[in-house]
């Protein structure tokens, strides 16, 4: 009898541990500075992020069953994904400066269920962070990836070069697709030290600084980053592409570049309208 015992809760433990190594997978890292890629067992027909600073791109043209994400420092959110069979995939999404996993290899054991008939998998997604017309909203048909290629091989006209002890950045006039603005950034380094990028913001600037009762500044946040580098070496200059939200200059309104450096005091500061 004793031994029975001892095989039935040997058995237990070893299947405790196959789940524990069989888990669904609830929660994908992303970031700004590398693409996290997402094999699905089927194509893709949808993907749905909750907050547009995670951008998830596919193949809208031709099904394939992969797509990439990417993200912007935020709070966290989630990704719906609908596959060419109908099965409905749902994972949270954090923002990560450092990530363990770069590739996802998705089961069709993960569903949470079919839009058809409406069952779910016993797994169920932890929270909902999205409202339904947030997804609406959300629905993007910009392939941003090759839309910044393409910006990046035939840019437009650049505006007026902003220079400080060597470290220069000019931009084009905005690219408006869809609900999205692309815009190309330019930076050049002609000192004889590295130039390492702290950051690099945008801002919509309402109104004079002196007068301080009606000057607004509003960040506005790159839904999308594309090619954006971590250092800019002496001597050398870089061209990426940033993407927002669309918006619009009124009559008093300004654009503000701050471009700032890491360990270094060579900040750049550039007021102009497009």
């Known amino acids: 009898m004793k031994n029975s015992i001892a095989l039935i809760s ?55 069953s992969f797509g990439l994400l990417q993200a912007t420092p935020g709070e966290e959110s989630n990704l719906l994904v609908v596959t060419s069979d109908g099965r409905v995939y749902s994972y949270l999404l954090h923002y990560s400066q450092e990530l363990d996993k770069l590739s996802y290899f998705i ?20 929270k909902v962070l999205v409202s339904h017309k947030t997804l609406q909203d959300t629905i993007k048909t910009t392939d941003y990836s090759k839309l910044s290629s393409q910006l990046l091989k035939n840019p437009l006209p650049f505006n ?14 905005s690219f408006y697709y869809d609900h999205e603005v692309f815009i190309l950034f330019e930076i050049a380094n002609n000192s004889s030290i590295d130039f390492e990028i702290n ?6 600037v309402t109104g004079n600084k002196r007068r301080k ?45 701050k471009l700032d450096e890491l360990n270094g005091s060579r900040d750049v500061m550039w007021r102009l309208r497009l």
Do not use: W
């Open 10 to 64: 040997f058995l237990c433990v070893l299947a405790f541990a196959e789940a524990q190594n069989s888990h669904v997978t609830d929660t994908i890292l992303a970031s700004d500075k590398k693409v996290v890629s997402l094999f699905f067992p089927n194509p893709i027909r949808q993907g749905i992020t909750g907050s547009p600073k995670y951008a998830f791109s596919f193949n809208r043209d031709k099904e394939q």
């Open 107 to 126: 089961a069709a054991s993960e569903s949470i269920g079919n839009e058809k008939s409406g069952s779910a998998h016993k797994h169920k997604p932890k």
């Open 160 to 173: 007026q070069l902003k220079n400080k002890k060597g470290i220069s950045i000019r931009m084009t006039k």
């Open 199 to 204: 950051s690099l913001n945008l801002f919509k």
């Open 213 to 257: 009762a009606s000057y607004q500044e509003l960040l506005l946040s790159p839904v999308y980053l594309f090619k954006i580098p971590r250092v800019v070496l002496k001597g050398q200059k870089v061209q990426f592409v940033c993407v927002y939200p669309k918006f619009t200059l009124g009559t008093n309104e300004k654009l503000i570049v």
